[in-house]
C-alpha cells in the first residue's frame, strides 16, 4: 500500500540548513512543501526573490543541487505567524533563540523535526537517529501530555555526534562500551558565524575550540545510546570526551574515535557488528535510507572527506584505520567520516520523519 | 669563557631540510658551516648552482629566511665521500636509506646530528630531545665502545613526538603518566613524497593516514621520557595511543592530547608543572633555545597553526584548551602545537648539539 | 540506425588522464575498452593490481567515479608492444616523449585520439575540438598519406585552450576578432610534476608561471580556430598574449578574456552569438555532448569552479561577467570556466572520438 | 634636526584596518598614538577589554605582530564624540557610510589620514600614493578654501589600486602609457563581509567578482597618475580595463598586468625604469619606507604572495614574468604582487603621513 502523501512547511527556508530541506524533500515521495517560512524581512516575498540578494543580484542559494522548482514561487511567510491549517509536518532549521520561540508554537498542532539544539537536553525531547533509537518514540507521548500539545518537537542530534553515535551503537549493543575518546576534525559549512572563525581564519589554519561543541557530543551520545526507563531516558553508562577542532574542509566530520569496550573483541567482531548493526532498520528502505548506514573501508588512507563525504549522497558514516588501541580496555581505534549537513543535518532530519511515519509515530 | 667555534658539514644541504640547517646555522655563535654535502649529481657544483632547477632556471630555495651568503660558494660534495679532518660535527638530512650508510661513514671520526630515523630505536642510540633527556647522553660512551667509533649518532625525534614529548615531560616527572591517548592535525611540510599524499589531495581534504608515524610517536615518547639504567634506556612506563592525520595547513602540527595521571592534579598544577619544568635548561640560555620551552595559553581559541607557530622562531611548544579529562584515570586533555620545521627538524638538531658541546659531550 | 560498436584501447591507463578514460567509456554506447597498457612495470598484471600501491596496499585510483568494474581484469599490456589487431581506436594519456614514441606505432595501424602535446604542433595534424573545427578533418588524409598510416594521430588542445577556444569561435565567425588577452587562474590537478609546483606551494598562494603554457595556448587557439586552405591550417589572423597561473582550486580553470572585435558588437550580441554558434554540433547529440557547449550566466558571482565545474559533468564551457571593454577595440570582457580534466582532457577527448566515427572519418 | 612627535588618534581601532594603524604606530619616531576611537558599544571600555569577546572570553585581535602595550589601556572614545584638543592627526579606518561622518568632524580642525573611499572620487581631494604624487598636495589648499577646514581629508587609494599605480608610475613617466589592461587575484583578508564571499566560498574555489572593485581600480588609477592643472586634476590619458578576483590566499593581491606604451622600450628600459624610478623619494628615507619601492625580480616562478608579501615588511610592490605582449602598441606584461593590508592599507596611509609630514603639508 501506497503511503499518502504529507504536507510540509519549512522554517527558516532562505537559509542554508533550510535550502538543504527544500532540496532533500523535492521529489520526495512521501512528503511535499506546501509552505516555506523565514524572518519578516523576507516574509510576503515569493521565495525565487527571498533569495536574491538586492544589491548584487545574486541568487542567494547555497546547495549544489538546484533549488526545486515548484518552491520557487512559493510566497515565504513569517516564521511567527505561520499558518498550520493544511500542513501535516513542520521542518524547522533555525537559530536556537528562534527555535525557542517558534517551535513550541508550531508543536502545539503539528510534529516539529527540527535541526536546532534548543530543545535536545529537555527530558522528555527524544534525540531520535535513525536506525538506532527508534525505541525512545515512546517519549512523545510523555512530551505531549506534559506540554499539552497535538504535535510535538523532534529535534535531531548536533552533527559531530551523528557519526559518532552510528558507530557505537552497534558496538554497544555487542560488546558494551566503558569509554570513549574522540577528536573531531570539523569542516566549515557547519560554522556558521561562530566567534573565533572569521571568514579567512581556516586558510592554512586549525582553529582547536568549537563553542560548546564538545559538551553537546557528550551529552547527547550518551542520550542517544541511553535507555528509555518508565517516562525517562537513562543515560548510556559511559564517559565520552572530546576535543573539537575545525580544518580547512568544506564538507564532511572526520572524527578520530579511541573506544574502550566490557568484552574483548577482535577487530573482525567489529567489522562484523557494523555490518550487522542495521539489518532491521535498512530492510525498511525508506526513501532517504542508505542502502548501508556504515560503510567500512579496509583502504589504509580512507576516510577522506573530499573524497567519501558524497557516498550515498552523503547519509552514511565512513569507517576505516580500525585498529586495536593498547590505552582504553579491550581498546578499539578507528577514524570515521560523516556528512555535516546531509545525514548530520537536513537530510538526516527527513530520514527521521520518514522512519516515525513508517512507524506510526506521526500520522 | 666564550665557546669556541666548532666547523660544521651539513650534508643533505639541497634538500628542505638540509636548507633549515643552513638558516639555522647562520651567524651562529658557536658554529661554523665549512662544507656541504648531497647527492652525486650535485657533488662539484657551487651550492648556488646545485640548487638551480636547470630547465626553468628557478632557484629552489624552501625556506622563508635567505640563504646565508657564505654558503652561496662553497663546492657541494658528494655524501658518501665527505671530507672530515676540518669538521666538528655534520648534521645529516638525508632519507633513511641513505643515512644507513652515510651517518656511520662520518660517526666514525666525528659526532653526527641527524633527523632521519634510520638509528632512532637502536639500543645504544639515544633520541635527545633538549631539556628532556641530556641524562641519556651517557649512552654516548656505550654506543662509541660498541662500534668502536670516536665519533656517534644523535638522531632527534620524529616532528610529531616533539611537541607531546615536551608537554608530557613536567607532567610525569610531577604526577607519573599512566596513558596518553593522541590525536595529531599535521602539517604538509612534512609530508615529503609519502604514498597517499599526491600533490592536490590535501586540498579540501584531511588525509587519516601516515605510514609509520604513529609507531613512531609511541615508541620514540617511551624512550624519551624512558630511564637509563647500565648500559640501557627502560622505557617509560606507560602506553601511548595515537592517530596521526594530515591536514591543509603548511608548518605546525597540531596535537589534541589526553593524558592519564598516577597523582591527581588541578589544572593549575598543571600550568605550574610547564612553567616549572625547564628552568635549568632554560637558564643555560643556548643560541637556539625559546625563553620558554613551553608557553600556555589560556585563550580559548588557542593554540592555532597560523597565528603561534611563528613564536620564537618555532622553538616553543604552544599549549592551550587544558581540561580535565573524565575518561582517562586524573585524566587532562590539552591542545598544543609544535613547530614540525623549527623545533621538529633542523633548529632543534641544532639546539641538541649546542646543549652536547655546552655539557661537554661534543668537545 | 544504430552505430556498431569500436573496440578501443587505453594507452597510459593506470595514471590520472588514463583512468578518466576508463570512467569516460565506462557503459559507452559506442565504444568498448578491450585493451589496456602501462608501462612495463605494470605489464602482465591485471588492473585492479596494477592500481595497488605495494607498500601501503592504498589502490591508486584518482577519479570521483569508481573503476568500471569490467576493466578491473583486464590484464595490462607493455604500450610498446600493445596487440592492435582486435583494436578500432587508441586513446592516450601519456607523457610527451613516451607519446613521441608509441603514438606513430599505433597510428601505423588505427586512429589514436591523445591528450600529449607531442604532435599538436605538426602541419598535418589537426587539433580537433568538437563543434568548433571539424572542417580541418580534411588533413588526416593528408598526414595518411605524408606518413604512410593506416591510422593517423588526432591530439587534443592544452586543457587551458579548450574553453578559450570554444568562447572565441561564435564571436570571430559572427564579428572578426582582432586581438585576445587572457589571464587564466588554473587548477591543480593539471599540475602533474611541473618543477615551481612542490606539493605544499599552492596553499595560501597564487604560482604565477606555468612552463610552456603560454605558448601552447597561443599557438594552439591559432592553430584551431584557423582556416585549412589546401593541404594546410592558416593560423587565425589575430594575437593572442596570455598569463597563465595556478591557484588553490581542485578542478576547473578560471580564464578572464579580454577580445577585440572588428565589428562592434552588443552585449546581446554576444550572448546571442554565444547561444547559436553551436547549434548543429548540438543537434548531433552525441553520447558524451552536454545540451549546450556555452552555458552564459547573468548572475554576477559566477562562474565559479566550486560550484560551476560539474555542470553537465564537466563538459560545458560557463561564462559570465559579460561587460564592455574600453581599451581593444570593439572591446568585450567576460570570466570563463572550463572543467580541466573532463571536457579539456579524456572526456573531450572521447567526444571528439565520437564526433569523428558520427562523420565518418573513424570507421 | 629630529622631527616633533605627533599626537595621533585612531577611529575604527577595534576593527583589522584599525588593530594594523595601532602596529604600524607603534615606536613610530614621529607619531604617538593618544586616542582611540570605535562604535558606541566600545566607548568607554579600556582598549583590551575592547576588544575581548564577551561570550567566548576570546581576544579579538587580529595581526600578526602584538597589540602595542601602551595601547591596552587608553579608553576608546565614541568615534563621533573624539575629542581633538590635543591631537595633531587622525587616521580613520571606519567603513564608507561612517566615514562620511566622522571624516568632516575631524577634518575641520586637523589632517585626517583614511583608508576609507568616501572622499577619494570628489575632485578637492587628493589620493596620495607615497613615492607617486606628491604634487598633488597643492589641492589640499584648494580643499580647505572649498570646505572651510582647518585640516584635510587624505583617502589612500584602494588595495588593488596601489601595486598597479606604483608598477606603472616610472613607465609612464618615461615611455607614456597608452592602455592599461589587469586581472587582478586577490586575497581574503581584504574581503570584509561583502556579499557573495561566505565563509567558506573560497575553499578550492574563485571569486569572480568584487563588487565596485574595478571601476575603484580604473578611475583611481588614472586620478593618481594624472596631472593637477590649475584647481583640478586632470586624469591620466589611458583607459584601464581590469578583472578583479577573488582567491585562497590570506594575504597580497597578485595582479597581471598588459601595458601598451607610447614609445617602444625594451625589457630592460622597462626594468631600469622601475629601478630608478623612485630614486628622490627613497633618500627620504621616511621611516614606514622600504628600501625599494619596486623589487623586479627574474626568477621564473616569483612573485608568489605567501613568499613575496612580506618582503621590507609588506611595503614593496614585486614584480616578475616580465614580457613583450604582443596585442596592445609596444606592449609589455608582467605580474605584480602588493600587500593588500600593509602598503596597500594602514602602513602605507602612515608612509603617506611621513611624506606630507616631511613636505611641510602637515604640521
New interface residues.
Partial sequence: MATPVRRAAVVGATGVAGQQFLVSLGQHPWLKVRRLAASERSAGKKYRDAIK?A?????RW?C?EPCPKECLDITVEDAEKLVLDDIDIVFTAIESDAAKVVEPICAKRVPVISTASAFRYEADVPVFLPGVNIDHAALIAVQQKNRGWKGFISPGPNCTTVGLAISLKPLHDRFGIT???M?S?QA??G?G?S???????????????I?KEEEKVQTETQKILGKLTGDAIVPAPF???C?C?R????DGH?E?V?V?LQKKASLDDIIAAWAEGFKDFLKLKLPSAPPELIHYTS?????????DR?LYDGMATVI??LRN????PN?V?Y?LLSHNTKMGAAKGAVLTAEYLIQRGVIK
Same sequence: chains 1, 2, 3, 4.
Fill in positions: 540578494d544589491s548584487s543580484g545574486a541568487t547555497f549544489d569509554s570513549v575518546i577528536t576534525m566549515v559549512s560554522a558565524r566567534p573565533g572563525v572569521l571568514s579567512y581564519d581556516i586558510l592554512d589554519n586549525v582553529i582547536p575550540y563553542p564517559n565520552v570526551s576535543t577542532t580544518v580547512n574542509v568544506i572526520t578520530a579511541f574502550g583502504e589504509p588512507f580512507r576516510p577522506q572527506p573530499r573524497l558524497g576505516g584505520r588501541d593498547n590505552v582504553l581498546g581505534k577514524v
